[in-house]
């Protein structure tokens, strides 16, 4: 089987430059897989010159999505854009999956317009998987809605709960919602009133969980609204920078600590390379009718090579058809319960 | 000059063995500090037998308030709690300043019943200082407003530029608010709205900033709802202490690698004393008219004596006083210039 990709070539802070590089070391590691290149075609040309273009195709789409754009403005106006034109390829069957690094809000909207929800879901959500002390944990919302209603949140949950047990072969994944005390009566109402819906929900919900939780590693879905969870997420990948910077200039004091930095380097290169928060790009959009895997804005070459290899991995897993029986499942279930 | 503490010897995870043991180390520290140990008696007692008593006091406080009490339910029922009983010596004056780690919500409800606000602000705000890459950063609110209006994000504005410009001698420190987007479209309501009034305010504000933005050290005072402020924190608590066993196991791969962790080792030392969070603890309730620090509730004794320096190094330096003034100030200029 081959994996058809379509990639935004116009998306994120680079564009071209860093998608279409992407793209040729993607297509160059993998024997089973196609990309789309979808975008303004002059400006993707120059970074093919000496490409094998055998599983390269490039599809002119004469728009882009800027990062400003409202999602209501990108969605009425921009119906040639590289975003909305790669949706369209996953939407009818010419590729299995888009990855964009574009304008989130604009995904989001144009995804959910172009491919349509799952039946029992109202939102997409941003889903990505985070590295924890004893292993991983998937995290949704990550920015896609930033007002979400109790409804929402419990959408999340099982959505989340249904790719882990998709892609992991787990049969009850514990899920929790991201509080600011473990304590039921902490937070706003609206996670309250989640907490409520969850533990009626017959999924296996441990109640709230804290913000130092997410890297515990002691539960495998957590839930939240997008603003919180962008913003944590945002906020880790700022610490890490900041440790790195610091750890630089600890081992660069003087003679004795560059010394020990030579020593230490094979070790605190692995370290670095478990924590590159590159590693972890590429979050995938549940809810929809189709797979869109959204890579980090200012993803670099090798970090949106990592976006396109987990959207052919969820392709090759077939995480959509799984979730979608799951979903379907859990709200088979959701409704004999409230019966 | 001697500064007083009341201590709520009973708040936090560990009561007085932490509180009380603590307590005795900041006086020992400092000969310019008084304690007031805040509790229930014979709970106390036990960690004094063989301290110099001079400048500790005993006061008893029959009650106590736990951390999954609604703060409503405390401030009707918990008359005789430590933490009430510490901010009532605040408030009369013989204290001046109260340290307490205990339910965080109980203590930014009693704290405004019993101190009262300052004129022109609505609610309390825990700020707090974090670490930068080139220094540090005021952010508020961490958690003791779980739903904010954007007037309640302006009055932190105002409430943060006005911390900084008191203790740093600042002109016109920067303010930045939270967001998921440096564009200005991006984010919920209240956020666009907070962002409104900010750009009229006659702050320095510098518009939206992100999660990663905060261990940048670009802006001065970073405000947020309680909320995200919260999680933000925690995680990167967690995030640290996640970081802190990679290192460990790391170093421990084998032979080799423990050679070299022997050598970094004043390095990694180094390192970790700079990102230890516990240096960092104890954060200001900003908005009374009086200084109430909270300590974390997990605190250990270096942790809590850490808050408790805080907390005197704010009555030397006058904050209150400072933050009065500004606060006046500020709200003057407002009124002017709504007119």
Redesign the interface.
Known sequence: MTVTVAIDCMGGDHGPEVTVRAALEFVRKHEDVRAILVGIEEKIRPFLSNADESRLVLRHASEVVT????PAFAIRTRKDSSMRVALNLVRDGEADVCVSAGN??ALMAISRFVLKMLPGIDRPAICAVL???SGHVHVLDL?AN??CSPEHLLQFAIMGVSLVGAIEHRERPSVGI?N??E???????VVKRAAELLKDSGLNFVGNV???????GETDVIV?D???G??????????????A???RQ??G?NLL?R???L??L???R??KH??DHRRYNGASLLGLRGIVVKSHGSADIFSFTNALDRAADTVRTGVLERISLRVAEQARQQVQGMA
Chains 1, 2 share one sequence.
Do not use: W
């Open positions: 990062m400003d754009e409202s989130t809000g590295p924890t002390i920015g930033v007002d991201l600011i005390g304590e039921e009566i902490k937070g706003n109402d804290e913000g130092d939780d997410l890297y515990k939240c997008g603003f919180v962008n913003v944590a997420l945002k906020a880790s990948e700022g610490l890490v920078q900041m440790l910077v610091f750890l600890e081992f004091r600590t010394l020990a930095a020593i230490a094979p070790v605190i692995h370290f478990r924590v």
